[in-house]
């Protein structure tokens, strides 16, 4: 996974898989679409090729390049992970928020006591 | 079916990471549930089955706190920091340093609490050193890897699930 976030954190190497979400493209396609010369879309290419991010056939003279969703479909097992690591925290935080605000409407109905947490020793 | 619509994750800058989320409370009660020890341990847990068994908090500039979770396997992963700057309940700052030798750098972790109409909006600051983006090859994907925004990504891979199936 470290390979595939190494690919497409550089801007031009992530545009290259945008690209290529509309389905295959031959090189020529993206060297004009990214207005960069062709050994540095080459080079890109084999970047994201050597990440297993694409797939070159030669058809012809030309060579197609096309994604390979496995190591996208990592990415986003782990980003959801992530995600739904914090998430779940703050639906937990969202619930004890509740009960702090319904303890604080309790203490305030008689008197508003100042309710001191206790003191936390290491 | 979650309250997911309002958690923003954003990258003001190439080093930082934002998460934004709302709560339906006041300020004074978001910034206790996220600085008393007794209320951070009942939900900083992680995935399902975790635990926080050790959470220290010291809530004074140059204190420091200690957070501990232990998963269902037993394997435990921990953090620590000094809070850098405390001002109740609208902001704190605090580092973070993982446990784990793969996330070796330090962070600044800056909490932000706006409050309106009894609502509260956290800021979650991430800022990452500047070192971190050389040494650290896996965080540094961790930040672009969030930085390429969710919808963005989740567009391009449900095409390519949908291309590729």
């Not at chain 1, 190497?13 to 679409?33: A, D, K, S, Y």
């Not at chain 1, 992530?82 to 303890?103: I, V």
């Not at chain 2, 921990?78 to 704190?92: D, K, L, Q, W």
Request: glycine share 8%; with cysteine.
């Amino acid at each position: 996974m470290m390979e595939t976030f190494r690919a497409l954190a550089e801007p031009n190497r992530f545009q290259i898989v945008e690209l290529l979400r509309g389905g295959p493209r031959p090189v020529g396609h993206l060297v004009r679409r990214l207005r960069l010369r062709q050994p540095q879309v080459s080079k890109h290419l084999r970047v994201l090729s050597d990440a297993g991010l694409v797939d070159v056939r030669v058809d012809a003279q030309r060579r197609i390049y096309a994604l390979r969703p496995a190591p996208l479909q990592e990415l986003e097992e782990w980003l959801e992970k992530y995600r739904g690591l914090w998430e779940a925290n703050f639906q937990r935080l969202d619930s004890l928020l509740e009960e702090m605000k319904a303890d604080e409407r309790k203490s305030a109905q008689p008197k508003p006591k100042q309710k001191k947490s206790p003191r936390t020793k290491r | 079916m979650m309250n997911t619509g309002n958690f923003k994750v954003a990258t003001p800058t190439d080093r930082e990471i934002a998460m934004t989320r709302v709560f339906n409370a006041p300020r004074h009660l978001v910034f206790g549930a996220l600085s008393k020890p007794e209320l951070v341990k009942q939900w900083l847990l992680g995935p399902p089955g975790w635990t926080m068994p050790v959470c220290e908090i010291d809530l004074r500039v140059g204190g420091a706190y200690r957070f501990q979770w232990r998963g269902p396997d037993g394997t435990e992963m921990g953090t620590r920091g000094v809070f850098r700057e405390i001002a109740s309940p609208e902001r704190f700052v605090a580092t973070e340093r993982f446990d784990d030798p793969w996330y070796t750098g330090e962070s600044l972790i800056t909490y932000v609490l706006v409050e309106r109409s009894g609502k509260t909006t956290l800021t979650l600051t991430v800022l990452y050193e500047s070192r971190e983006a050389r040494d650290g090859v896996l965080k540094s994907g961790m930040e672009k890897g969030v930085a390429m925004s969710y919808d963005r990504l989740e567009q391009l891979l449900a095409s390519v699930a949908a291309a590729g199936a």
